[in-house]
Nanobody
Framework: VQLQASGGGLVQAGGSLRLSCAAS????????MGWFRQAPGKEREFVAA????????YAADSVKGRFTISRDNAKNTVYLQMSSLKSEDTGVYYC???????????????WGQGTKVTVSS
């Protein structure tokens, strides 16, 4: 699976952004999808994930109630709607695919190139 993330940018605290991740190469609907982020000087961390059929989702406590993951299998795309953004949400956001919904980074076997999100306070 080839993954292309987009939608990052500069936004003020309290604002919103929607990230997209377009997939190609294999059957997108067979894979769970996840979003991770990496702040400068920190390890890459789990943000949210969604099952292959889009029925179940899971988000990290730090983003629950603010971020929503969704997918459109007809468009081979997964989204991350981010609202009430905080400065601590700043980082490079990566999409990735996995055989099942998980928060474990090693299980994700295909990764996009990342899109940068900067939240100014």
């Amino acid at each position: 699976v080839q993954l292309q993330a987009s939608g990052g940018g500069l936004v003020q605290a309290g604002g919103s952004l929607r990230l997209s991740c377009a997939a190609s190469g294999r059957t997108f609907s067979n894979y769970a999808m996840g979003w991770f982020r990496q702040a400068p000087g920190k390890e890459r961390e789990f943000v949210a994930a969604i099952t292959s059929n889009g029925v179940n989702t899971y988000a990290a406590d730090s983003v629950k109630g603010r971020f929503t993951i969704s997918r459109d299998n007809a468009k081979n795309t997964v989204y991350l709607q981010m609202s009430s953004l905080k400065s601590e949400d700043t980082g490079v956001y990566y999409c990735a695919s996995a055989p099942f919904l998980t928060t474990a980074r090693p299980v994700y076997n295909y990764w996009g190139q990342g899109t940068k999100v900067t939240v100014s306070s």
